[in-house]
């Protein structure tokens, strides 16, 4: 399941949820040079305090970066947030995040998750990281003018295998295709130090999904395939986040 926070709830309000930052987290915060990256990294704290994991503590990073909570540690839902996953304990989360949101991903097993705002997308950057099927899928107007399905997807001759000489890419499914591709990347801890389109997410052991909303691509990806619910954090539970400090 994927809770994601809007850095809108943040602005104007550093003095109230710095304190409740991780020594680590808010070194990182502070140290970004734009202030949506400074919101991004704190929204993305604030969301572990959300799930009961204390960073400092309970969070270990991987050789490649990844962060991974230590052996007998869980997140833990809020029972008056989502009362049918009250006290269930998870032991693997994802952070990402983009545009308007961070994104937390909780699962039991490995997980990857990835947040995009949907914006202008350029061919030369999906022929650059995406595979022939991928380009193909996210193709505005297929030739025989039939919409594919992303598992039914047929490469034919053309541009970088694209079915039609000029193609127009379609934005959201760039950015699904993009979403998916770093989750699959990130459950494993790889990230993109590896070859983008060495990564196919149609024909992937570790299986992906998105959900587009509020004008971003929220993607999830696992081995037994992503938790897809979406739960906002809204102005409610922030303010039940600002008084566990108190």
Not at 190 to 206: A, K, Q
Request: charged share 30%; glycine share 8%; net charge neutral.
């Amino acid at each position: 399941m994927i809770f994601l926070l809007d850095i809108k709830y943040l602005r104007g309000r550093r003095e109230a949820f710095l304190p409740l930052l991780s020594m680590r987290r808010r070194r990182s915060a502070l140290a970004k040079r734009t202030e949506t990256g400074f919101l991004h990294t704190a929204a993305a704290g604030l969301l572990l305090r959300f799930a009961g994991i204390r960073e400092d503590e309970e969070v270990l990073l991987l050789d490649g970066g990844k962060p991974v909570l230590r052996d007998g540690c869980f997140a833990v839902i809020p029972e008056t947030v989502f009362p049918e996953e009250a006290e269930h304990c998870f032991s693997c989360f994802s952070l990402s995040h983009g545009g308007d949101f961070a994104a937390l991903a909780l699962a039991e097993r490995p997980v990857g998750t990835d947040v995009e705002k949907i914006s202008e997308c350029r061919l030369s950057v999906a022929k650059t990281a995406f595979t022939e099927k991928e380009i193909a899928w996210a193709v505005q107007f297929p030739a025989d003018g039939k919409e594919r399905d992303k598992n039914e997807c047929e490469v034919r001759a053309g541009t970088v295998g694209c079915p039609v000489r000029n193609p127009l890419l379609n934005p959201e499914r760039f950015y699904a295709v993009w979403t998916m591709k770093e989750s699959i990347l990130k459950t494993d801890g790889r990230g993109i130090t590896v070859p983008l389109r060495s990564v196919d997410v149609f024909s992937n052991p570790v299986k992906a999904d998105y959900r587009i909303y509020k004008g971003h691509s929220v993607a999830c990806a696992s081995e037994s395939g992503p938790d897809m619910r979406i739960r906002e954090i809204g102005a409610p539970e922030m303010e039940m986040i600002f008084n566990k400090s108190k």
